[in-house]
């Protein structure tokens, strides 16, 4: 024993007894405890979770709320995206917003139902990290995402891991290692049209499930691709609602695979698949699986259920560059290229420059309803003026009607769904649309005005006067179809449709129209190279 331990226990002696100096070790090393406790419960908060394999939640604590937290700040209105990121362990059975920029997953069902059928969010949420709030005790677990939309014209939802698809029972099951209390079912439309009623009747809706792999049905057959699943219902083969609906959503969805995506058909339609081959082929490097009696389990990695669109709700043949990377002048470059259409611009220069070609002007006929009655005549017009005419109808064979439609710098039309082939016109080409008698200025804006200027088209309009108007020989001028639109369209669509859409033709009045197509020429000379 040393010297300075002596002294130590003879110090100790002289002030403790024997009995004293045991108790005093005792208390010592009851306080070191106490000591050490206090600074795990101080500094717990901070310290990183150890990570969780498995876990069983309590059934009856079950799942209270999912709470997903933004990891930056929202840079403005044009960085809105309606974008969640859901743990996959919980159930998104309402989906609100809320002003604080968080994005929260209720399980409560006594909220109104305005609050629980919505949700809006105006922030780009980016996600670090996802708690797991129960009644007793906070829980920190990083899992593969289920990434959802929901945006005012579409729905979908990407979900990531071990995915698998059974097209009988249009249902889509997703493997999750966490068993939980609480609902773990939505249901899903694939089609580009929420909140039209008359085409969301005409589409089949999905299931998606969350489950335990031991629950999960067998896979029969596995890819090595991503999918996405997409409906070929709702107003399927007519022109505008193919592009707006279905072709320009199904690019924004799947360009990023670069071909590798195998596409899941729900609702065949087969002449739908045969009008644009050229278009699915060129997206997809894969034959199209019709999933709909598929009674064998598809198993994927990745899987998107339903089509991304604009975000707006009135916004048709439109991609919305803040919320994605791609661009109605980039869809526009994939359908030349798809195509293999020549003209990426209006050129009347040609090869030996002292010399310029006459402007070419596409008449659209039409067979049924708002067609020309004086085709001839405004053909005859329009070549007074210096423009070759071509008068062609649009039908199935895209690619030879594109081809038709890409090799002209001028196209007329009156308003309806063949102006929709103004997609494959080149760029700074002129787009002239005529208005028939009903109060068509609204749609007209929405549906060709507007995406024109997204195209980089230039645009104009003639109103034809009620003499133009074959309901003004059917009716009368004083009845109220021809006096007072307004009205008539106070009815109802489908009174508005009967009367506007399907029972008036067109006939043009040649000298009111000719400032038109003066203006038209005058837009080609200027704009060609």
Known sequence: MTEKNLLYDTILARSFSKNEQKRLGYGAFIASLLFVFTLCTVFKP??????????????????RILRITETQ??????????????????????????????????????LPK?????????????????QVITEGYKMEKTIKP?????????????????VRVHGKSATILAAIAFAFSGNSTWHIKPYARKGDVAAMDRVREWTVKLGQNANLSRCVRNHSVPAIIFSLGGYSMNNFHDF???????????????????????????????????????????????????????????????????????????????????????????????????????????????????????ILARGRSRAFTNTGEIARAARLI??????????????????????????????????????????????????????????AKTDFEEPSKGMNLRYLEYKIAAEESTLLRRYGR?????????????????????VYLVQQNVSVDINRFRPV???????????SV
């Not at 901070?46 to 799942?63: D, K, T």
């Not at 840079?75 to 968080?102: F, M, R, V």
């Not at 670069?258 to 644009?276: A, S």
């Open 73 to 110: 700040k929202p840079q403005g209105p044009k960085s809105s995206n309606n974008t969640i990121t859901l743990n996959a362990t919980t159930p998104p059975q309402s989906l609100i917003s809320s002003e604080d920029h968080e994005l929260s997953v209720y399980n409560d069902t006594s």
């Open 517 to 527: 197509l003066v203006k038209a020429f005058e837009l080609v000379q200027k704009q």
């Open 386 to 443: 210096g423009f070759k005419v071509v008068v062609a109808e649009a039908n199935a064979d895209v690619s030879s009607f594109a081809q038709t439609v890409n090799s002209c710098d001028v196209m007329l039309g009156v308003h309806g769904a063949g102006l929709t082939n103004m997609v494959f016109l080149p760029e700074n080409a002129v787009v002239i649309q005529i208005l028939p008698i009903g109060g068509f200025e609204w749609l």
């Open 46 to 63: 901070y310290l990183s979770p150890l990570p969780i394999v498995e876990l069983q939640l309590p059934v009856n604590a079950g799942l």
């Open 114 to 130: 305005s609050h629980l059928v919505s949700f809006n969010s105006t922030t780009n949420t980016t996600i670090s990290k996802e």
């Open 478 to 498: 004083d009845h109220e179809i021809v006096r007072d639109p307004s009205a008539v369209a106070k009815r109802g669509w489908e009174m508005f449709q009967s």
């Open 146 to 162: 289920i990434l959802c939309k929901k945006l005012a014209r579409t729905e979908l939802c990407e979900l990531s891991g071990d």
């Open 244 to 362: 707006t609906d279905i072709v320009i959503p199904l690019y924004t969805t799947a360009r990023r695979f670069n071909g590798e995506v195998q596409f899941l058909v729900t609702n065949k339609n087969q002449p739908w698949i045969n009008k644009f081959k050229e278009i699915l082929k060129n997206l997809s490097n894969y034959e199209l699986i019709y999933n709909d009696e598929e009674d064998e389990t598809h198993c994927f990695y990745n899987v998107v259920v339903g089509l991304n669109r604009h975000r707006e709700y009135y916004k048709e043949l439109t991609i919305d560059p803040s919320d994605s990377e791609y661009s109605m002048s980039g869809f526009r470059k994939f359908l030349r290229d798809a195509y293999s259409l020549r003209n990426a611009a209006v050129r009347l220069v040609t090869k030996r420059k002292s010399q310029r070609r006459r402007p070419r002007m596409l």
